[in-house]
Antibody, heavy 122, light 111 residues
């Protein structure tokens, strides 16, 4: 299993950015996928998840209405479109593989990417 | 503030045993949701350490063990080694927040 994130960078407050996560080594469409972030020197925060089919999406309250998760199962890629970015969104964003196809409350993250840094600053 | 509470730091000498607690409430661990643990070595991404309260993925040594009771969970590490120095996070689901939640993390120092 390999997860490779890309798309991070410096963006001004109020700006937008789209992160990508290319997956390999497993049957991508069989698993839900998530984004988890970590602000500098801080702990982990779950951001968003998407079911294996892409038909169901879930968000933390902190990003609801501003971030959109999607996936392209033909490209084995999951995306995170981030709009109206704020300074508090500054973090390393990790792509993580779930172990269920659907959003399951007792699920966990069995593989993680290396992360991509998003910095929101003027 | 995290809904799952972990001690900010723990320490132990090589060969000793340490435990890391993860205290939740009736809306997460106490509601019956499983607890999972991750290890984050300095400068790297987290890796899965324990899933489903007490199960180890292949490759994780049996020096690491997990348990859950009522509204809390614990991670125990026996036979401490220098390369166990890392941040450790617990994770569960919270019904009030309608999402997965992490503890604040515990930094383990091997003396």
């Amino acid at each position: 299993v390999l997860l490779v994130e890309s798309g991070g960078g410096l963006v001004q407050p109020g700006g937008s950015l789209r992160l990508s996560c290319a997956a390999s080594g497993f049957t991508f469409s069989n698993y839900a996928m998530s984004w988890v972030r970590q602000a500098p020197g801080k702990g982990l925060e779950w951001v968003s998840a998407i079911s294996g089919s892409g038909g169901k999406t879930y968000y933390a309250d902190s990003v609801k209405g501003r971030f959109t998760i999607s996936r392209d199962n033909s490209k084995n890629t999951v995306y995170l479109q981030m709009n109206s970015l704020r300074a508090e969104d500054t973090a390393v964003y990790y792509c993580a593989k779930n172990t269920f196809t659907i959003y399951a409350h007792s699920d966990w993250f069995d593989f993680w990417g290396q992360g991509t840094l998003v910095t929101v600053s003027s | 503030q995290s809904v799952l509470t972990q001690p900010p730091s723990v320490s132990g000498a090589p060969g000793q045993r340490v435990t890391i607690s993860c205290t939740g409430s009736s809306s997460n661990i106490g509601a019956g949701y499983d607890v999972h643990w991750y290890q984050q070595l300095p400068g790297t991404a987290p890796t899965l350490l324990i899933y489903g309260n007490s199960n180890r993925p292949s490759g994780v040594p049996d020096r690491f063990s997990g348990s859950k009771s009522d509204t809390s969970a614990s991670l125990a590490i026996t036979g401490l080694q220098a390369d166990n120095e890392a941040d450790y996070y617990c994770q569960s689901y919270d019904t009030s927040l309608s999402g997965w939640v992490f503890g604040g993390g515990t930094k383990l120092t091997v003396l």
